[in-house]
């Protein structure tokens, strides 16, 4: 069996890659469950040295890196070279602040001392999505080596090249060998990994029905595990806010990536009296968006990452258009080869649409109309999902008590799109998913965190 490396951009094949058969797995598996046991041990100023030659050679070969994305998922190239460099900063970050997130923390009771320490568990596998190929990977493998756990990694099938990439980023840097190992395998393969001993937690970026069965099979072997699943984000455009400042960062949040992005804004709920204003310059902005060779500078937007995404995306949009919503821009199949698609905007979405539901991985959005505010807020939290919203206004404290306490999602944004960062911790709620990661939140997710008593 062969994974397949395929330019989404033309249909063409890139490269073939064999499959790992069941020795190579087990192999691969013995090699970093026995680094751990060194590595561990490796003293966290070691560990921090080593993250900063990763970003370092992150980007020394940013170009490099940047083509692997682009040539393989179809990501516009200024966006594959800022991923490499968000990349290195999650190294950075970790490399300066992992030691204190490491630290004891004293308890006071009635022993002479007693505290919490921060321990390392053992190899981690992760289980990654295409679309952010390379920082899926970083935002998970930064905090964990750093922790002093070993990584296993079975990348999307579509991105065997970035998966083998990013291994030997961290042999070039001088990690210690087989502390970061990529297991060429399909799917299929993932409940017996989850099974093995030596593997202690695992962690999944990806659909609400992978997260499913990971989380299945982890509680089966009782494996700790940190899913980041789908999402619907609400965008709620309430009546003081700046709408071209809004339709700015709504434009932006939702065609970064080509619309393939869990945490992209993908429902814009608008209360009513701005309604028409807003869908009005929201999507003659939409329209004017480009989209062609990804490698072309001078062009929004790439194609979707596989043609069969593209079939599903407009499935989607004309079924929801079947049930009345309003094509106001694009929503068609270019005559073109590649998996493109169009920004596209449908207005007055309903419940009971599809566009209202589920999820839209690509350059889609949906126009929902609120009565007022409470009702755009009920309107936020009608999904089974929970991972980011927004909310923009003028009004920055009731925004704060809108994102804090009202909306149901895992990180909020008030006046800017969602997005991740190595200080924040991320992740969801509801069908998005559970645990964190990034910050020390993140890190924390794995590790034995040991309560200790001395009398």
């Known amino acids: 069996m062969y994974l397949k490396s395929i330019n989404p951009a033309t249909g063409e094949i890139i490269r073939e ?26 003293p966290v100023e070691q560990r921090a040295q080593l993250l900063i030659k990763a970003a370092k050679v992150l980007r020394d070969k940013q170009e490099g890196l940047a083509f692997n994305i682009t040539v393989e998922m179809g990501k516009n190239i200024v966006e594959a070279r800022a991923e490499v460099e968000k990349c290195a900063k999650v190294c950075e970050y970790y490399a300066q602040n992992g030691a204190g997130f490491l630290k004891s923390e004293i308890i006071p009771t009635e022993a002479s001392l007693s505290y919490a320490s921060m321990q390392a568990i ?45 291994e030997n980023i961290f042999v070039e840097a001088g990690f210690p060998a087989d502390v970061f190992k ?30 499913k069965a990971v989380a299945s099979a982890a509680g089966q072997y009782l494996k700790k595990c940190v899913l980041e699943l789908g999402g619907s984000d609400p965008y709620l455009i309430l009546k003081d806010a700046d709408i071209d400042a ?41 329209r004017d968006i480009t989209i062609g060779d990804p490698f072309d500078e001078t062009k929004d937007m790439g194609p979707l990452a596989k043609s069969s995404f593209r079939e599903d995306l407009h499935r989607q949009v004309e079924s929801s258009i079947g049930k009345g919503a309003k094509l106001l821009t694009g929503g068609y199949i270019p005559n073109r080869d590649g998996a493109y698609y ?36 009920r309107i936020a939290n009608d999904s089974v999902f929970g991972l980011g919203a927004a909310v923009f206004t003028g009004d920055t404290e009731r925004g704060r008590q ?37 910050s020390h939140y993140g890190m924390k997710e794995f590790m034995n965190i040991k309560g200790v008593y001395i009398k």
């Open 17 to 42: 890659y064999e499959e790992f058969h069941s020795d190579e797995i087990d192999n691969a598996i013995a090699a970093n469950y026995e680094a751990y046991k060194g590595w561990r041990k490796e």
């Open 246 to 286: 809004a339709v700015d960062a709504c434009v932006a949040g939702r065609i970064l990536n080509a619309g393939q992005s869990c945490i992209g804004a993908k429902r814009f709920i608008i209360v009513d009296e701005l309604y028409d204003e807003f869908a009005t310059k929201f999507t003659d902005r939409m």
């Open 182 to 211: 990529t297991l060429l395998v399909r799917s299929s393969k993932v409940e017996k990994i989850i099974s093995d001993k030596r593997v202690k937690a695992v962690t999944l970026t990806g659909s609400t029905p992978a997260g």
């Open 122 to 166: 053992g190899p981690v596998l992760a289980i990654m999505p295409w679309n952010f190929p390379l920082w899926q990977v970083f935002r998970f493998a930064a905090p964990a080596l750093m922790a002093g756990n070993v990584c296993l990694l079975k990348h999307a099938s579509n991105v065997p090249a970035c998966a083998l990439a990013i």
């Open 402 to 438: 809108i994102a804090e306490e009202e909306l149901e999602a895992g990180c909020c944004f008030v006046n800017d799109f969602v997005r991740s960062d190595p200080r924040l911790p991320f992740g969801g709620v509801k069908e998005s998913g559970y645990g964190r990661e990034l």
């Open 342 to 377: 169009p920004a596209t905007v449908l207005g007055d979405v309903q419940p009971g649409m599809v566009a209202y539901h589920e999820e839209l991985f690509g350059p889609v959005a949906s126009l929902i109309r609120a009565q007022d505010e409470a009702d755009a807020i």
